[in-house]
């Protein structure tokens, strides 16, 4: 086992916490990649990690990261059609901010030649939990509606950009008039700024008081009662985030009369088995619109591993649009 320089937390907490030194390489099992990580990037989750609040799954890396981009280091003895010196990106369990990664095969797919390693790191994790939540679990159907909060985050950006892929009508929230511009930008057909306005009332104009058929929500208890009333009959709430709190109260009857879902999900825990059935859904889905550039990650800036606390303090005050990048030197 060689070592090889990794983001550390010394004691869960603030982002001070946080420094690169020496950890332990991962070894490679039978069904398995090595990537050689050329960057990697920050999601809302590993601020909470840090914090000691959101512990890795069992057997996952310790280490922060839950996607990187790289070159095929290694293959395990059970992988068939990836070699050495392959451009891979891949959607980790943890272990993601590091020079060196493994992850089962069916958790990886190839960067598209338009794609830098450094974009193609801010793909895996937003991109497939929008794949997960808003096309298989919730079925949004072509042509659909969706309401998603948080169009300016990493996730909202990915949705948006896959809602208009699929045809549907996307009604988005931010918190800055600026952030709304660029979702309008990036193909939303509505961006309510939720300091000011009313999503309710967006969601009524833009689907001639239909309702949309799924709410995409990481706010939570705060948002429950006007995100059900903002769905169609026979919608779907998914829930993937709890910013706004986790208790609420919820008018069961309006669940009976009109129909509705409300569904809760985690990608990180998932068996390898089931991240391989999305990835490989995704890859049929979108595969193409992201090789034509159809889709694209959205970055707001990329840092060197080093400015690591950086990046979290600029994601956990939301001053990016998109995803912040951290640049592994030496990947
Ligand atoms: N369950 C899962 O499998 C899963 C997977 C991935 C992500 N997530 C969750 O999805 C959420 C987004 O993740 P991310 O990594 O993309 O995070 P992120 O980029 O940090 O996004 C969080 C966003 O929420 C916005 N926001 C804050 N308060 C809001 C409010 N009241 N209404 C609407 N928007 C609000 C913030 O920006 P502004 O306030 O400036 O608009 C920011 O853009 C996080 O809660 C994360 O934990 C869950």
Redesign the pocket.
């Known amino acids: 086992m060689h070592p090889m320089r990794a983001v550390l937390v010394d004691e869960p907490g603030d982002e001070t916490q946080l420094r690169v030194g020496d950890a332990p390489a991962p070894e490679l099992g039978p069904g398995e990649l090595g990537i050689r990580v050329a960057a990697t990037a920050v ?3 590993d601020l909470l990690q840090r914090q000691g609040l959101y512990p890795p799954p069992p057997g996952a890396s310790e280490i922060i990261g839950l996607e990187c981009a790289g070159e095929v280091a290694e293959v395990g003895s059970a992988v068939t059609g990836w070699s050495p010196g392959d451009r891979v990106m891949a959607l980790l369990a943890g272990g993601g901010y590091a020079e060196e990664v493994v992850v089962d095969a069916g958790s990886c797919l190839p960067v598209p030649e338009r794609l830098s390693l450094e974009q193609a790191a801010a793909v895996p ?2 991109f497939l ?1 929008v794949f997960l939540n808003v096309f298989q679990l919730a079925a949004l159907p072509d042509g659909g509606a969706l309401l998603v ?2 169009g ?5 950006t990915a949705a948006i950009q896959l809602a208009k892929a699929a045809g549907a009508r996307v009604v988005t ?4 008039d600026a ?1 709304c511009a660029r979702c309008l930008e990036l193909g939303a057909d509505a961006a309510v700024n ?1 300091r000011e306005g009313d999503f309710v009332e967006a969601v009524r104009e833009v689907t001639e008081g239909q309702g949309v058929d799924v709410v995409l929500d ?2 939570g208890a705060t948002y429950l009662a006007n995100n059900l009333k903002s769905l169609r009959t026979g919608g779907r709430l998914v829930l ?2 709890l ?2 709190g986790a208790k609420a109260e919820i008018n069961l009857g309006l669940l009976l009369a009109r129909r509705l879902s409300v569904i809760g ?4 825990t998932r068996s390898a088995a089931e991240k391989a059935a999305i990835v490989a859904g995704f890859g049929e889905r979108f595969g193409e619109a992201l090789a034509s550039g159809a889709i694209a990650p959205v970055v707001d800036r990329i840092l060197p591993l080093e400015q690591v606390g950086d990046a979290h303090r600029a ?1 956990k005050a ?1 001053e ?1 649009f998109g995803k912040v990048v951290l640049r592994i030197a030496g990947g």
């Open positions: 999601n809302r989750a994790e937003v939990t909060h948080g300016g985050s990493g996730v909202g929230t931010a918190g800055s952030k939720y990481h706010i993937i985030g910013m706004g999900s985690t990608l990180r994601v939301s990016h």
